[in-house]
């Protein structure tokens, strides 16, 4: 498999129990550097893409392969989720400590990273996402725009081979997208973006999906 694929979904069907499959034969490929946003109406199964991905949902049929490797059973996902940072359409579902800092250093702690480290680490990724000096800061006093940039820099600390973005413009105001379109065009990032947003999208995804009767369909 060439090295540079990240995410490899071949024939994937899915569906919720008591209800018509959602996904059928679903396909979606990216490689490092790509920027692919999807788009679709709701219910269509954008979400529940990420899902599979993260190994939150079970395909019915199919492959999901991630860096190099099929991705089937619980402990697959254990490397996956090290290596893909989710950022959830909700900021305050990801938000959970008492400071800004305890915030973003979780995950490194929890990677066996060293305080000096973990001290530097948040240091720079605060600085890429705006936040500078935010350190002692209480999460829930944010605004809606601080809070999407907090729930990405815990997620960019990790250094992850790819983003994926949960509708991560809505509901915040200009400023705040022109501010998240921003921290996106940093060079090195790869990313799936779920929106609905087509201005957004065109501002920082480089190819647009949309699903259709359970397919991902190069949009126009």
Partial sequence: ????????????????????????????????GERLGIIGPNGCGKTTVFYLIMGLLKALHGTINILGRERSRENDFIEVRANIGFLFQDSDNQLFCPSIEEEIAFGPLNFGYKGHQVKDMIKEVL?????????????????????????????????????????????????????????LQEPGLSYIIISQNRDFLKRTTNTLYTIKQGRAIMAK
Avoid at 145 to 159: D, P
């Fill in 1 to 32: 498999m060439d090295e540079n694929i990240i995410i490899d979904i071949k024939r994937l069907s899915f569906g919720y129990p008591g209800k018509p499959e959602l996904l059928d034969k679903f396909e979606l490929r990216v490689k490092k």
């Fill in 127 to 183: 600085n890429t996402v705006g936040l500078d000096g935010y350190e002692k800061r209480i999460p829930y006093t944010l605004s809606g725009g601080e809070k999407r940039r907090l729930a990405l820099a815990t997620i960019l600390v990790m250094k992850p081979k790819i983003l994926l973005l949960d509708e991560p413009e809505n509901g915040l105001d200009e400023d705040a997208v022109d501010k998240f379109v921003e921290i």
